[in-house]
C-alpha cells in the first residue's frame, strides 16, 4: 500500500521498492539480509509506524537516526486514531482503509519525496494532485456505493480486526472473530 502510493506520487522519477511481496503479514515479517542491503541503499525509507511492522520496529527505529526514514501515518492527528480495544493503548495502524486518513498518509509521503528529490519537484506536484484527486473519487464512490445497503445490514465479520477504521468512515458494523494481531 505504501509502496502503491509512493510509486503513484513519484512515477518514473525513481524507483519504488517494497521489501513486502503481496499477501505477506507486516505485523510478521523478519527482512532477511538482502531486505537489510536494500534498506541501506535507499534514498528514502517508508514505513507505517503505529507498530503494523511489529518485528521490524527496532530496525526502522535504528535506521531513522542513519537514513531518512518516515513513519507515513505520524501526521495523522491523534483524535483521528483507533485503539485496538476500548480503553486500551495501542493505536490500530491499518489506517489506509479509511481514505480521508490515507489522504494525510499521502500529503506526508508527497512532502517527505519532495525534500528527498527537490530536482523533479514539478511532476511529483503533478502526480501528487493526481493521486489526491483519485483518493477523493474511490471516497466519494465508497460513499455512495455503500449507502445503497440498509443500515441495518451494514455488518462486516472478518477473521483479522483490521477494518475498524474503514467501519467508521464508511459507517459499517465491523465484528472480528481475533483480535488486531494476526499472531493469534
Not at 139 to 145: C, G, M, P, V, Y
Request: contains cysteine; glycine residues 4%; charged residues 20%.
Amino acid at each position: 500500500i505504501l509502496a502503491d502510493t509512493a510509486q503513484s506520487i513519484v512515477g518514473s522519477t525513481c524507483t519504488v521498492q517494497s521489501l513486502m511481496p503481496p499477501g505477506v503479514d507486516p505485523h510478521l515479517f523478519s527482512p532477511s539480509p538482502q531486505d537489510l542491503r536494500t534498506l541501506m541503499r535507499a534514498d528514502l525509507i517508508i514505513h507505517n509506524g503505529l507498530h503494523l511492522e511489529g518485528k521490524m520496529s527496532a530496525l526502522l527505529s535504528k535506521l531513522a537516526g542513519k537514513k531518512r526514514t518516515l513513519e507515513a501515518a505520524r501526521d495523522i492527528p491523534v483524535e483521528k486514531l483507533l485503539v485496538t480495544v476500548p480503553g486500551g493503548t495501542i493505536t490500530d495502524p491499518h489506517v489506509w482503509l479509511d481514505v480521508s486518513l490515507w489522504q494525510i498518509v499521502s500529503q506526508s509521503i508527497y512532502d517527505t519525496i519532495l525534500k528527498t528529490l527537490p530536482i523533479e519537484s514539478i511532476q511529483i506536484a503533478q502526480n501528487f494532485h493526481i493521486w489526491m484527486k483519485d483518493l477523493e473519487t474511490l471516497d466519494q464512490w465508497a460513499k455512495e456505493r455503500i449507502k445503497t445497503i440498509p443500515t441495518e445490514r451494514r455488518i462486516l465479520v472478518t477473521a483479522h480486526d483490521a477494518f475498524q477504521y474503514f467501519g467508521r468512515a464508511y459507517d459499517i458494523e465491523v465484528m472480528a472473530i481475533q483480535g488486531i494481531s494476526t499472531d493469534s
